[in-house]
């Protein structure tokens, strides 16, 4: 099987009711793709924090302060996903930022271990979703790891995603510019080896973007 769904009935009820973390995508300014929500299967006992994240990602953030938006960057906890939001939050978001950030995946339910996704796991309506999200909400800035937009090339939904970048702009590549929406492709939060001076350079592009933007405020 190409992925295994989380065990927990709970987690699994909360992104079939709201399938994203952190700010609602509709209304956020950068959004974060991923591949799929992946969690340790016990989740539900070691870190319950996780969802009063869920219920409200925003308020967390606000509630838990800087460095901490979400529950991965509890200092107690040292599994699945730690390295993933470790590396973002070097980027530098602050928690009056956290109504700014939302995370969505190309999978519509949580996972655990490792997956291999392929366009027939993936549920056409939550794609139909989240085109209307790039299409209609209202984010500046969104951010799709290189195997997300191969992933998402392969499926009918996103005919706008060009196969090859159009430009580069320092150390990101530009997918689609429009109605003042940038699309950027870069390298995975939990890369490593010799990627891993790369994604230094993007995460600290994205950081100058985010003082631009309170230069400008």
Known sequence: M????????????????????????FQAVFLFVGLDANYDPSIEETLPEVFDYLDDGVAFWRRHGK?????????RYHGTGKKYHDRFAEIGFAPEHAPWVSFVELLHLPTTGRSTLTPSDL????????????NNGSAKYVILPQGV?????????????PVKPL???GDLSV????????????????CY?????????????????????RERA
Request: glycine share 8%; aromatic share 14%.
């Open 2 to 25: 190409p992925y295994e769904l989380h065990p927990s009935g709970r987690l699994k009820a909360y992104f079939q009711e709201r399938p994203w973390q952190g700010a609602d995508p």
């Open 167 to 169: 430009r580069s702009d």
């Open 149 to 161: 937009a191969r992933l998402m090339r392969r499926t009918a939904c996103f005919p706008w995603l």
């Open 175 to 190: 997918l689609r510019e429009q109605n003042g929406q940038t699309v950027f492709e870069m390298y995975h939060f939990s």
């Open 123 to 134: 549920s056409p309506d939550h794609l139909r979703f989240l085109a209307r999200i790039f």
């Open 67 to 75: 460095g901490v938006h979400h529950p991965f960057r509890l200092p």
């Open 193 to 213: 080896g010799w990627q891993l001076p790369m994604l230094k350079r993007q995460i600290a592009q994205i950081g100058e973007i985010i003082r631009g933007i």
